[in-house]
Nanobody, 125 residues
Framework: QVQLKESGGGLVQAGGSLRLSCAASGRTFSTYSMGWFRQAPGKEREFVAAITWGGGSTKYADSVKGRFTISRDNAKITVYLQMNSLKPEDTAVYFC??????????????????WGQGTQVTVSS
């Protein structure tokens, strides 16, 4: 079994930065492809970023490309989401997710077996 726990959310002004962390415990973390998703009030959960288990490949939603960076440290069993130039429309609950079934980039949330509980990010204008 795998447990994922996000941290690092909070309130920030537009143009500011936050770094989210997702700490994993349980099975061999390095075999997981990982992703970040977010859900704004009244909207469906959407893909934000993904990274392969080796960390060599990443993918981003168009809405965050150039502003957000996903990375992982397998030694620390942690995935990060560095968010810069934040906008009010980035306000959402952010979730990290992991899968052992697909080694490449995974953007479909139904393909992830493991999820964290989420962390709130609020960007004020």
């Amino acid at each position: 079994q795998v447990q994922l726990k996000e941290s690092g959310g909070g309130l920030v002004q537009a143009g500011g930065s936050l770094r989210l962390s997702c700490a994993a415990s349980g099975r061999t973390f390095s075999t997981y492809s990982m992703g970040w998703f977010r859900q704004a009030p009244g909207k469906e959960r959407e893909f934000v970023a993904a990274i392969t288990w080796g960390g060599g490949s990443t993918k981003y939603a168009d809405s965050v490309k150039g502003r957000f960076t996903i990375s992982r440290d397998n030694a620390k069993i942690t995935v990060y989401l560095q968010m810069n130039s934040l906008k009010p429309e980035d306000t959402a609950v952010y979730f990290c997710a992991g899968t052992t079934k697909r080694p490449g980039i995974v953007v479909v949330q139904e393909s992830y077996e493991y999820w964290g509980q989420g962390t709130q990010v609020t960007v004020s204008s």
